[in-house]
Nanobody, 123 residues
Framework: QLQVVESGGGLVQPGGSLRLSCVVS????????VGWFRQTPEKQREGISC?????EGRSFLGSRFTIFRDNTENTVYLRMNRLKPEDTALYSC???????????????????WGQGTAVTVPA
């Protein structure tokens, strides 16, 4: 059964860094695209970054966010630097099964979602 579990969120001071983890089970990373998204009550779900089945990463919110993966751990990471209060959100990863030319920031393209991990950056 395909499942994703996020971890690594927490409280971090402005300017700090965090590394979020997305552990995938049921599929290997070479068979899926994985995306990272975030959402707040005030804003629509927003695509941050994604990585394809072949390991090609894309960033949609600039260089403060870096996606990478460890195939041996079947885990996709999101490194976030220079965090700001506006980065406060629930961060989720999601999986799209299949082989595509590229991954996307559209949440509707992804099928399996985790519960998310909360990140708080106080003002």
């Amino acid at each position: 059964q395909l499942q994703v579990v996020e971890s690594g969120g927490g409280l971090v001071q402005p300017g700090g860094s965090l590394r979020l983890s997305c552990v995938v089970s049921g599929f290997t990373l070479g068979e899926i695209d994985v995306g990272w998204f975030r959402q707040t009550p005030e804003k629509q779900r927003e695509g941050i970054s994604c990585i394809t089945y072949s390991g090609e990463g894309r960033s949609f919110l600039g260089s403060r966010f870096t996606i990478f993966r460890d195939n041996t751990e079947n885990t996709v990471y999101l490194r976030m630097n220079r965090l700001k209060p506006e980065d406060t959100a629930l961060y989720s990863c999601a999986v799209r099964r299949g082989v595509y030319s590229s991954c996307t920031s559209d949440a509707y393209d992804y099928e399996i979602w985790g519960q998310g991990t909360a990140v708080t950056v106080p003002a």
